[in-house]
């Protein structure tokens, strides 16, 4: 059974700087692994997502890289920003084959960017 | 950009009454999940739908758990007696094919059981 660890599980930082985020899973048979913001109370975002094949993805400030053989991913921030503070998920799907294709979510990074 | 959208956005119901959770999963999408999220806690799969029928649940969906499409757009999660412990967001996802990258999720039902 698949497992999802995201650590830390909160993280406070002066706004400016660059963080990262981890994220691990036990069961390197993924298709693709995607990263989640979610502001309190509210809905999921989808961030990036990496296919298997990729290491990595960028989108703006964000930079997210998937070392499928050790099953980790990072989520990395660059220049952080007071509007980054939420809580970021880490999600996988197993490869094609398997099951119904349902995500498997870490419990979230919390992070407070201070002014 | 197609959305899915779920109703309501919140529900507030006493023990041991049914709800019923609503969404309108974006069109062309064959697979459909409803996940859920205890306050505080990992989001979690409850079920999978394809092809109007379930096609994998996890032990959290039992027989006081339903899901069905009734119309070829709305895909409804049922609970028929409500417990306290059912609190949460829950959130309907949907998925265009297997070798499609993305699930797209709808906003989720904040659900109160009281």
């Known amino acids: 059974k698949q497992e999802v660890t995201q650590i830390p599980a909160a993280l406070s930082v002066p706004e400016g700087e660059n963080l990262v985020l981890n994220c691990s899973f036990t069961?390197?048979?993924?298709?693709?692994l995607q990263w989640f913001r979610q502001d309190p109370g509210k809905g999921l975002t989808s961030l990036l997502l990496?296919?298997?094949?990729?290491r990595e993805q960028t989108s703006g400030r964000l930079n997210a890289s998937l070392d499928k053989s050790s099953g980790r991913s990072t989520l990395y921030i660059a220049a952080s920003q007071p509007g980054d503070s939420a809580t970021y998920l880490c999600?996988?799907?197993?490869?094609?084959?398997?099951?119904?294709?349902?995500?498997?979510f870490g419990k979230g990074t919390k992070l407070s960017v201070i002014p | 950009e197609p959305e899915v959208t779920q109703t309501p956005s919140h529900q507030v119901t006493q023990m041991g009454q049914e709800v019923i959770l609503r969404c309108v999963p974006i069109?062309?999408?064959?697979?459909f999940y409803w996940y859920r999220q205890i306050l505080g806690q990992k989001v979690e799969f409850l079920v999978s739908f394809y092809n109007n029928e379930i096609s994998e649940k996890s032990e959290i969906f039992d027989d006081q758990f339903s899901v069905e499409r009734p119309d070829g757009s709305n895909f409804t999660l049922k609970i028929r007696s409500t417990k306290l412990e059912d609190s949460a967001m829950y959130f309907c996802?949907?998925?265009?094919?297997?070798?499609?990258?993305?699930?797209?999720f709808g906003p989720g039902t904040r659900l109160t059981v009281t």
């Open positions: 990496i296919q298997s094949s990729q």
């Open positions: 999600a996988v799907r197993p490869h094609s084959g398997a099951g119904s294709y349902q995500l498997t």
């Open positions: 069109s062309n999408h064959l697979y």
């Open positions: 069961d390197s048979a993924i298709y693709n």
């Open positions: 996802a949907g998925l265009a094919g297997v070798f499609s990258y993305e699930q797209y």
